[in-house]
């Protein structure tokens, strides 16, 4: 059994060679968001079950954190993006599976050249550093901002969500990794749309093509995976198991929607997310898809409220460029999917609530008005 070690140091070059000694002294670590408030700091410790804090300005001893296995390398908040975060732990066996799996499906000409823009407290962000610690990438380390002329400057390869990937011009990159939220319609030759989550140690399905060593089935309609990078358990609990097709209960219920055809992972989304109206199953991120091609639409986001009627009816919240475009969003969500799922009600809203990866915050959309 060993202490958790929490990082709270800047993201750079000395959280590399933080994170390398980590892995060199066999020293299981977690990683804060620096921008936490000091209640949501205390919380998150607490969850995490952190013993020490590591700080540029030294350490911080916490006597009520809890030990972890020695097998056990990583701790990771999951996004919460479903409800109240969970606490994975991943092996360093599954850390350095992910990563050996990933350089292998992105390799060219040579080892990956990685520019880390997205933050280290989700699994997303912290496997690009552990490509090169775990595996036989390299990092260009520079501000997130730059990350379009970071081509200019050697970079390769660059993971990024949908927010960078519309905002900069990423086409000097060899790949472009796309996770977080459901992709754009349209994304860019060189981008690579990912799925994953925090307990898959990160995204283990590339444009619908699993990686290698990777196994994925739907089982009543919910993705199940079964993997080397798959997490062992969650802190206060044990990893949740089914039994697939070949009657062994070694799979992983993901939550998420979908189904596997010749081979092809679609991902359809939460299925604790999906609107039942008047009888028919819509998925929200579906309809958000048709939307944001809305012109004047800059972001949005489907949700399903209760109704005496309906069960629950289909509300959009639209964030436009001071367009009111509610004919065009209901005719292109009734002509692409069926007038069951044109939403009852278009609400214009300032922002949508995200992650900081990207995924829309489901839980706190009803709020919105």
């Given at each position: 059994m060993r202490p958790l070690l929490a990082l709270d140091i800047p993201f750079g070059v000395n959280f590399e060679r933080t994170l390398r000694r980590c892995v060199e002294e066999g020293q299981p670590f977690c990683v804060l968001d620096p921008r936490l408030s000091p209640r949501r700091r205390l919380e998150e410790l607490d969850w995490l079950g952190v013993c020490a804090v590591l700080t540029t300005n030294g350490s911080e001893v916490r006597p009520q954190g809890r030990y972890v296995d020695d097998e056990i390398g990583l701790v990771m908040l999951t996004s919460g993006?479903?409800?109240?975060?969970?606490?994975a732990e991943l092996t360093w066996s599954a850390l350095e599976a992910s990563a050996q799996m990933t350089q292998e499906r992105l390799r060219t000409d040579g080892p990956a050249v990685w520019y880390p823009c997205l933050p280290p407290h989700h699994i997303g962000g912290l496997a690009v550093v552990l490509r090169a610690v775990l595996a036989d990438a390299s990092l260009l380390w520079g501000e997130s901002d730059a990350v379009a002329t970071a081509p200019l400057r050697g970079a390769t390869h660059v993971?990024?969500?949908?927010?960078?990937?519309?905002?900069?011009?990423?086409?000097?990159f060899q790949r472009i990794l796309l996770g977080g939220a459901k992709p754009p319609g349209t994304v860019p030759d060189n981008a690579i749309?990912?799925?994953?989550m925090t307990e898959t140690g990160s995204g283990v399905v590339y444009d619908g093509v699993a990686l290698d060593g990777v196994e994925v089935v739907s089982i009543e309609g919910e993705l199940c995976v079964r993997s080397p990078t798959l997490f062992r358990s969650y802190r206060d609990r044990e990893r949740p198991r089914v039994t697939g097709p070949d009657g062994r209960d070694t799979w992983f219920p993901t939550g998420d929607g979908g189904d596997?055809?010749?081979?092809?992972?679609r991902v359809r989304g939460r299925l604790g997310f999906v609107i039942n109206s008047g009888g028919e199953k819509i998925w929200p991120e579906d309809v958000e898809a048709l939307i944001a091609t809305v012109?004047?639409?800059?972001?949005?986001?489907?949700?399903?409220?209760?109704?005496?009627?309906?069960?629950?009816?289909?509300?959009?919240?639209v964030v436009t460029?001071?367009?009111?475009?509610?004919?065009?969003?209901?005719?292109?969500?009734?002509?692409?999917?069926g007038p069951w799922a044109r939403p009852k009600e278009v609400r214009y809203v300032a922002a949508i609530p995200r992650?900081?990866?990207g995924k829309v915050r489901r839980g706190d959309l009803n709020h919105l008005h």
């Open positions: 993006s479903s409800g109240a975060p969970k606490a993971a990024v969500v949908r927010t960078q990937l519309v905002r900069y011009d990423l086409a000097g749309t990912t799925w994953g596997v055809v010749d081979g092809v992972v012109t004047g639409v800059r972001d949005v986001a489907v949700t399903g409220v209760a109704d005496q009627q309906w069960g629950e009816r289909v509300v959009a919240l460029d001071g367009s009111s475009p509610t004919d065009a969003i209901g005719e292109i969500v009734k002509e692409r999917i992650t900081s990866n």
